[in-house]
T-cell receptor, first 113, second 113 residues
Framework: NAGVTQTPKFQVLKTGQSMTLQCAQD?????MYWYRQDPGMGLRLIYY???????DKGEVPNGYNVSRLNKREFSLRLESAAPSQTSVYFC????????????FGSGTRLTVV | DQQVKQNSPSLSVQEGRISILNCDYT??????FLWYKKYPAEGPTFLIS?????DKNEDGRFTVFLNKSAKHLSLHIVPSQPGDSAVYFC????????????FGGGTRVLVKP
């Protein structure tokens, strides 16, 4: 099925550990995004990539890095995880279109202990 | 500084009645607005959108109203069904100026049978 695939679905890290969240889309979209969802805070943009080869900071980029590996793949890396990064992470992609809507992945639930 | 706010974190409504969800924004550059629906353990899915050149958009049981002067939009669900129980996010974008979405904090809707 066409869409956005995120891996892993769940992860528990110890403080200071690193990990990479993977995201791939097969809709030939130019733009890809990483959001985090926290209770009462909605979805906050971490980083985005408007096209292959470009990345930009969003609202809450501190503690994260990203790589737009190719048009399909956009990964999010936590170099040294902190408890404040406990959250649900969503990857999304968006193409040119009238409704500016995104397609989201099913999320990665990350707990940092 | 939240540019998109959903002031009601939760809403409970009887099946068959109307659900009204509200959203306020502060950024005058926003000219396209969207509603997303999210079930537990899934990513948000696009529900309905409206351009700033309109004041109403309807899609089946879902209608979005936009009041630009008040910087306010609302989502009406009529009639509400138990399957509508979910978290609803309001989102806004400057559209052609850059299609990053800014989300509100979400409203959890519970439709009672």
């Amino acid at each position: 099925n066409a869409g956005v695939t995120q891996t892993p679905k769940f992860q528990v890290l110890k403080t200071g550990q690193s990990m990479t969240l993977q995201c791939a889309q097969d809709m030939n979209h130019n733009s890809m995004y990483w959001y985090r969802q926290d209770p009462g805070m909605g979805l906050r943009l971490i980083y985005y990539s408007a096209s292959e080869g470009t990345t930009d900071k969003g609202e809450v980029p501190n503690g994260y890095n990203v790589s737009r590996l190719n048009k399909r793949e956009f990964s999010l890396r936590l170099e040294s995880a902190a408890p404040s990064q406990t959250s649900v992470y969503f990857c999304a992609s968006g193409g040119a279109g009238a409704n500016y809507g995104y397609t989201f992945g099913s999320g990665t639930r990350l707990t940092v202990v | 500084d939240q540019q998109v706010k959903q002031n009601s974190p939760s809403l409970s409504v009887q099946e068959g009645r109307i659900s009204i969800l509200n959203c306020d924004y502060t950024n005058s550059m926003f000219d396209y607005f969207l509603w997303y629906k999210k079930y537990p353990a899934e990513g948000p899915t696009f529900l309905i959108s409206i351009s700033s050149i309109k004041d109403k958009n309807e899609d089946g049981r879902f209608t979005v109203f936009l009041n630009k002067s008040a910087k306010h939009l609302s989502l009406h669900i009529v009639p509400s069904q138990p399957g509508d129980s979910a978290v609803y996010f309001c989102a806004a974008t400057p559209g052609a100026a850059g299609n990053k979405l800014t989300f509100g904090g979400g409203t959890r809707v519970l439709v009672k049978p």
